[in-house]
């Protein structure tokens, strides 16, 4: 089975500065790699994905992530934050091969708190 | 396209009574997923359905807990009892089924608060 790990529940970061978000994963098989955003009262968005090829993978609203298979990691990263980023962020990793099984699992969650 | 759409956004109701979410899926996708949110467990996976059938529903804590779906375009779930430990964000999420690199796409919830 999978299992994600978000080793930070909280980061706070000040506006404009960078921030790295940590996500690991455990898996006997190969998987598909997501970060979704929920921001306070709504429904979780889809941030990016990681299916296959490049291992740098961007996304929406200036947020990156990079695929390390020798680490199973995948770190979401973003160079210059704003107040608006502060939210909560998932990481989820779904079986590649799991057609009929197709939940993901997710992490615990990142909270996000940008500073003024 | 709206979106999945979730109804109500809040309901507070007694213990003891029944509680109904309702969850439209995006058209086109085959795949509806149920969740709850607490600060305590995070998100959980209680049901999901392929093609209007349901597949795995381990995660439902309790016989207090079902869901249906009796068509393409719509899914509820229904907890009879409530306790107040059901309180929690319950979210709705679909996806096209066939293709697994696609995410989900999730509704704006619905925050349930048992007294």
């Known amino acids: 089975a999978q299992s994600v790990t978000q080793l930070d529940s909280q980061v706070p970061v000040f506006e404009e500065a960078p921030v790295e978000l940590r996500c690991n994963y455990s898996?006997?098989?190969?998987?598909?790699l997501f970060w979704y955003v929920q921001y306070p009262n709504q429904g979780l968005q889809l941030l990016l994905k990681?299916?296959?090829?490049?291992?740098l993978v961007k996304g929406i609203n200036g947020f990156e992530a990079e695929f390390n298979k020798s680490q199973t990691s995948f770190h979401l990263r973003k160079p210059s934050v704003h107040i608006s980023d502060t939210a909560e962020y998932f990481c989820?990793?779904?079986?590649?091969?799991?057609?009929?099984?197709?939940?993901?699992?997710f992490g615990p969650g990142t909270r996000l708190s940008v500073l003024p | 396209d709206a979106g999945v759409i979730q109804s109500p956004r809040h309901e507070v109701t007694e213990m003891g009574q029944e509680v109904t979410l309702r969850c439209k899926p995006i058209s086109g996708h085959n795949s509806l997923f149920w969740y709850r949110q607490t600060m305590m467990r995070g998100l959980e996976l209680l049901i999901y359905?392929?093609?209007?059938?349901?597949?795995?529903d381990s995660g439902m804590p309790e016989d207090r807990f079902s869901a249906k779906m009796p068509n393409a375009s719509f899914s509820t779930l229904k907890i009879q009892p409530s306790e107040p430990r059901d309180s929690a964000v319950y979210f709705c999420?679909?996806?096209?089924?066939?293709?697994?690199?696609?995410?989900?796409?999730f509704g704006s919830g619905t925050r349930l608060t048992v007294v």
């Open positions: 359905f392929n093609n209007n059938v349901p597949i795995d």
């Open positions: 999420a679909s996806s096209l089924g066939v293709g697994r690199s696609y995410g989900y796409t």
């Open positions: 990681y299916l296959s090829g490049s291992t």
């Open positions: 898996s006997s098989v190969s998987v598909y």
């Open positions: 989820a990793v779904r079986k590649s091969r799991d057609n009929y099984g197709q939940n993901f699992v």
